[in-house]
């Protein structure tokens, strides 16, 4: 960490240091104008020094909208510690060492830093938190907690009020996000399909016209290429950056789907190049479907199975924690609650309760059966649910009310996420719509630009003297294609929340465009297919 002083002084020296790079590219410029492309270096110092003054508000934004994802969260632990008669300063330690909320601990270390380095009470700590912290939902819960702690208030009943506030605040923070996300899918489909299409047709045209004059056409088939490999993917990672920083997501990622995904990236090669080899007589517009189609399938099976099981998990996660808090009410140990609950049907979740009860029957100890559990599965609300379960039996004993708190607050998150789900799902049908209306949109102007009869009987002249309509017709629908497989990542980030989930959908589009295509050459005549 820098004060700020110290990190301008940096900010300057760097951009004093990329002066003379500044100097050599002016320099090269005049001594050879072909250089004028590398006319962005002379700016270079500008560039830095404005990424400089930017940088802080760049990292507060950050920090904030992490502490965001963990907030409903960490309030409940506190809570879970505070209705136990934790002290503050136990609580800090305590959430310093969770490994599920790492924005969070990373905060609660620079709160007992304050205390143990510093020599701060715990309470001026808090307060300092609480007056320095970008988020202000995280720094109003600590002013809160501060002046419960200085006046001697009800902590527990306090921390019970703010977590109501804080399931208000995320649900709100959801709903705005959803808003949001609406409006990103409005300008990618004006910026994607509308203005996509408008170059494409522009290029296609220029192709058709260029060959049909004797120039070849390969300019304006260069411009496809580029349009469809370059334009179109870094318009769909933007969009995919900036729908992910809106969005509210977990603190972890998962790589499982990515891995396959790539293994499935090795059958592109084979069926675009193998079928020629062989002699089968496939056009490139089928290959390149099926290719795209299948390199995704592997990630998109990995992908739904793994979301299914989570969902499965989640769905009755609150009505096993509640069953545990009326087993509770019998005066059964909370240990013997686990055992006497693994009989019953929890759906996803009954492998996981059998596989507690198990452990607990061997002699496990309870928080290590907890920390198994966490490490075997996948679900980030189960993780913490666990978590919160193995606390609230070792600090308060697990009494019928604390983990009727618990069901109560899993309860809602699980409302709070299904809510969310709900919101953004009908934002998966919009790059669909796109896709569909970008290959129909090609097979048309394909046709009717190629076709060697008008309307009227007479021939088409720009089509009779194409020097390479297939090599035309191929670049122009190979095009709609990759482009409506991008597309489906689009899909899979807005409406579902994770570009894995969009490795369905491209699969999904990539196929239906071959199809589509297909279909549309048993009607019309299209050269080259």
């Known amino acids: 960490n820098y004060t700020p002083e110290v990190f301008y002084s940096l900010v300057i020296l760097s951009s004093l240091l990329t002066l003379p790079i500044s100097a050599v590219t002016i320099l090269l410029i005049v001594l050879n104008h072909r250089l004028l492309v590398l006319f962005?270096?002379?700016?270079?110092?500008?560039i830095v020094f404005g990424f400089g003054l930017l940088?802080?508000?760049?990292a507060a934004s950050s920090r904030a909208g992490s502490l965001d994802n963990e907030l409903p969260f960490v309030v409940g632990y506190v809570a879970v510690l505070a209705s136990g008669g934790i002290s503050p300063i136990m609580t800090l330690k305590r959430l310093a060492n969770v490994k599920l909320y790492p924005k969070a601990a990373i905060e609660a270390k620079r709160i007992l830093m304050d205390v143990e380095v510093f020599a701060l009470d715990p309470i001026s700590a808090l307060e300092k938190a609480a007056r320095y912290n970008p988020n202000k939902a995280f720094a109003d819960f600590f002013g809160g907690y501060t002046s419960v702690l200085k006046t001697g208030g009800d902590v527990v009943d306090y921390m019970q009020n703010k977590i109501?506030?804080?399931?208000?605040?995320?649900?709100l923070k959801v709903r705005t996000a959803a808003d949001t996300i609406g409006t990103f899918a409005e300008s990618y489909i004006s910026i994607a399909v509308i203005l996509g299409i408008g170059l494409f047709v522009l290029f296609a045209v220029q192709t058709i016209l260029g060959s049909a004059a004797g120039g070849g056409g390969g300019g304006g088939?260069?411009?496809?290429?580029?349009l469809t490999t370059v334009f179109n993917p870094l318009v769909a990672a933007a969009f995919i950056f900036i729908t992910h920083s809106t969005q509210p997501k977990e603190p972890f990622n998962y790589y499982k789907p990515y891995v396959f995904f790539g293994i499935g990236l090795v059958t592109v090669p084979i069926i675009l190049l193998v079928p020629p080899i062989?002699?089968?007589?496939?056009?490139?517009?089928y290959r390149l479907a099926a290719a795209l189609t299948v390199c995704t399938i592997p990630g998109a099976a990995v992908s739904i199975v793994d979301s299914r099981a989570k969902r499965s998990v989640e769905r009755l996660l609150p009505s096993f924690i509640r069953d545990i808090a009326e087993v509770r009410k019998t005066g059964l140990a909370p240990e013997k609650s686990i055992e006497e609950l693994s009989s019953r049907n929890y759906g996803g979740l009954t492998p996981v309760v059998k596989s507690m009860a198990s452990q607990i029957s061997?002699?496990?100890?309870l928080r290590q059966v907890m920390t198994n559990i966490i490490e075997q599965t996948r679900s980030w609300i189960t993780q913490t649910t666990m978590f919160l379960l193995s606390e609230v039996i070792d600090v308060g004993g697990g009494t019928p009310e604390m983990l009727g708190n618990l069901a109560d607050f899993v309860e809602k998150i699980f409302q709070i996420e299904q809510d969310k789900r709900n919101q953004l799902r009908p934002y998966i049908f919009i790059?669909?719509?796109g896709a569909i209306m970008i290959v129909v949109t090609t097979v048309l102007m394909v046709y009717f630009l190629t076709s060697p009869i008008v309307s009227g009987g007479g021939f088409n002249p720009f089509a009779s003297s194409l020097s390479n309509i297939s090599g035309v017709t191929n670049t122009m629908l190979a095009g709609a294609i990759f482009t409506s497989w991008i597309m489906g990542f689009v899909s899979g980030k807005m409406g579902e929340g994770s570009v894995a989930a969009g490795l369905k959908h491209a699969s999904l589009l990539a196929a239906v465009s071959g199809i589509v295509i297909y279909v549309a050459t048993i009607f019309f005549h299209i050269a080259g297919v």
Do not use: C, E
Request: aromatic share 18%; proline share 15%; hydrophobic share 50%.
């Open 40 to 46: 962005p270096l002379i700016l270079l110092p500008l």
């Open 55 to 58: 940088y802080p508000r760049s």
């Open 164 to 171: 109501r506030d804080v399931f208000a605040y995320r649900a």
């Open 221 to 226: 088939v260069q411009k496809i290429i580029l």
């Open 278 to 285: 062989i002699h089968l007589s496939i056009p490139f517009v």
């Open 362 to 365: 061997w002699g496990v100890p």
């Open 431 to 433: 790059p669909y719509f």
